[in-house]
């Protein structure tokens, strides 16, 4: 088993940055590939970045070139750095897991989530 603990969220203006933080214990040594999904009030949950542990990277359109996602291997935490931030960003942001070398619409692992709100 494998536990995620999300961690950064919280209230910014439109053009701010937040970090967001997931933290991975357990049986990590399965992972292989980790990920931010996030679902907004009454929108469908949509992936948002991924990374595997080859260092493959994706991004959702709308957020190239202003979330990096990045992993820390020596500390099992993954990141979600959030740039130039827009109020349509605003969503519970979920960190995730997967053993199987991506991150599909149905990971292995959740974490419990984190609100991330801009104000315009």
């Known amino acids: 088993q494998v536990q995620l603990v999300e961690s950064g969220g919280g209230l910014v203006q439109a053009g701010g940055s937040l970090r967001l933080s997931c933290a991975a214990s357990?049986?990590?040594?399965?992972?292989?590939?980790m990920g931010w999904y996030r679902r907004a009030p009454g929108k469908e949950r949509e992936l948002v970045a991924a990374i595997t542990n080859s260092g493959n990277t994706y991004y959702l359109d709308t957020v190239k070139g202003r979330f990096t996602i990045s992993i820390d291997n020596d500390k099992n935490t993954l990141y979600h750095q959030m740039s130039r931030l827009k109020p349509a960003d605003t969503a519970l942001y979920y960190c995730?897991?997967?053993?199987?070398?991506?991150?599909?619409?149905?990971?292995?692992?959740w974490g419990q989530g984190t609100q991330v709100t801009v104000s315009s």
């Open positions: 357990g049986d990590t040594i399965c992972i292989t590939a």
């Open positions: 995730a897991a997967d053993h199987r070398g991506v991150v599909g619409p149905t990971p292995d692992y």
